[in-house]
């Protein structure tokens, strides 16, 4: 196979758009400088891709179901698009009603990064985030380091700040180990929580924390997506990791009918759920691939959503003395 390049896509909003191609003996994957959007991880056994994408890369700078990127500064939903810091109250920019959705309008999804290559199988993107933007306060220096190894995939993030602001990264890949041509309802997944986020009727989490002992989200013995939800309503939840859990364990397993299986491990202490019943049809996907309702399930390992607002949740704060890290890896295999 060729060495790892970087192609250029044409110039888009005074930027050039660029695509770094790598590559490990088992994976490749294509990452975008817009939004650091993952745009294709494919398996190379059989060159079947493991990720809904868009075929031209330049459909990413319209991309309203977030295929792909780093959602931040802030993944997840803010009520009211508002929070108080250090006695000092900022209102950011809504985009979803009154409500900030991963990091609003000029979100770090939105948004031209740089792009190096490391090596065949590793790159790295950087953004420099002013203070304001978005309304909120610190200047951000975000990093995203990409590795490939056999059949892994590691996203390293990370974001060093000039005073205390919120930070909360999520990678927003729609997955389907099947490659994307019928919906993943025949898809299994398996997540070790035993608790939820209530959210309101905004999908914003309220503050309470629920047990899912006999929820219709319980998800730790591993169920089918037709199992889960039978009447096509989707899932939209954020699962709260087991606090006791050996971090290098997978926190979730997602299983294709063929036995081919993604292993999720994190660091961090929940992930939302989304199983794209929302999600618009569009053209242009990646050929034999469909974007649409149910057709990819987003596993969203982040901070708790909206604890900016719910002093009982663990803190996203990052300050110039404790920055911000995520480690997010995702292991291919058979069974």
Known sequence: MSDAQIVDHGLHQGHMLKEARLHSAGLSVSLLNFGAVTRDLRLLYDDRP?????EDPA?????????GVIAGRVAGRIQNARFALDGQSY??????GDTLLHGGAQGLSHVFWEIELLSDASARLRYHSPEGEAGFPGAVDVSMTVTLEGLAIT???RADVSAATPISLAQHNYYNLAGGAQPIRDHRLQVDASSFLVLDDANVPT??????DGSHHDLRLGRSFADLDPEHRGSDVALVFDTCRDPQLPVATLTAPDGLQ???VSDQPCAQIYTAATLPEQPGALPGQ???PAMGVCIEPQGFPNAVNLPQFPSV?????HPYRQCLRLEFGWV
């Open 262 to 264: 993604m292993r999720i």
């Open 91 to 96: 209102q950011l920019d809504a985009n979803e």
């Open 290 to 292: 469909r974007i649409g």
């Open 207 to 212: 503050g309470e924390i629920a047990a899912l």
């Open 155 to 157: 996203y390293d993030m």
């Open 50 to 54: 493991l990720i809904l994408g868009f």
């Open 317 to 321: 704060i990052a300050t110039p003395d």
């Open 59 to 67: 459909a990413y700078l319209y991309n309203p179901g977030y295929l």
